[in-house]
Structure formats: C-alpha cells, structure tokens
Nanobody, 116 residues
C-alpha cells in the first residue's frame, strides 16, 4: 500500500484547508486509515481515524468539531477537512493506514502553517 499526502500550505487563523491522501496498491489490505501530525518539538499526535469501509470515524479532543475525516466512494483518496484553524495547528500532517493493530503504512507528510 502506498499513501501520498498533499494539500498543505499557508493559511490564516480561522481559515480552512483540505488535505488529501492518495491510496494505491493493495488497498484491500487496509482495515483503517488515519491522520496524524507532528508539530516542531512535539511528539506525533493522533488526529482522526476511520475504518476503510467508511464507518465509525473518531477524533482527538483537540480537533473534534473542527476536523473531519472522509474517504471517496472509489476508495482511492482519504481527506481531512480542517476548519477554524489555529496557529497551534501548524505541523506536518501525515496520513496512515493499518492492516492489523498498528499503523504500518505512512504517507510522506504535508506541511500546514497557520498564521496568526
């Protein structure tokens, strides 16, 4: 499975951005997909996840109500819609997939910078 994230950029506080993650290869192996981020000097942080079937999304408290994870019907792209962005959302964002209990497929990351 290959994952490639895109859509990052510079946005003002309060703005919105949608990240995309193109999935290819043996995607039928995926059980769930997720988004993570890593801000400068901080640990990697879980943001949102959903089953590959599209059911039961769940979110970190830090982004609940502002971010939404989704997947297109063709099962080729995973999205992260980010609204009401804050400067503390500045980070490199990663999409990930898992075929078992741990996330074992990772995209290369896309940088999101939120200016105040």
């Amino acid at each position: 499975v290959q994952l490639q994230a895109s859509g990052g950029g510079l946005v003002q506080a309060g703005g919105s951005l949608r990240l995309s993650c193109a999935a290819s290869g043996y995607t039928f192996r995926l059980y769930a997909v997720a988004w993570f981020r890593r801000a400068p000097g901080r640990e990697r942080e879980f943001l949102a996840a959903m089953s590959w079937s599209g059911a039961t999304p769940n979110y970190a408290d830090s982004v609940k109500g502002r971010f939404a994870i989704s997947r297109d019907a063709a099962k080729t792209t995973i999205y992260l819609q980010m609204n009401s962005l804050k400067p503390e959302d500045t980070a490199v964002y990663y999409c990930a997939g898992r075929s078992g209990t741990a996330y074992n497929f990772w995209g290369q990351g896309t940088l999101v910078t939120v200016s105040s």
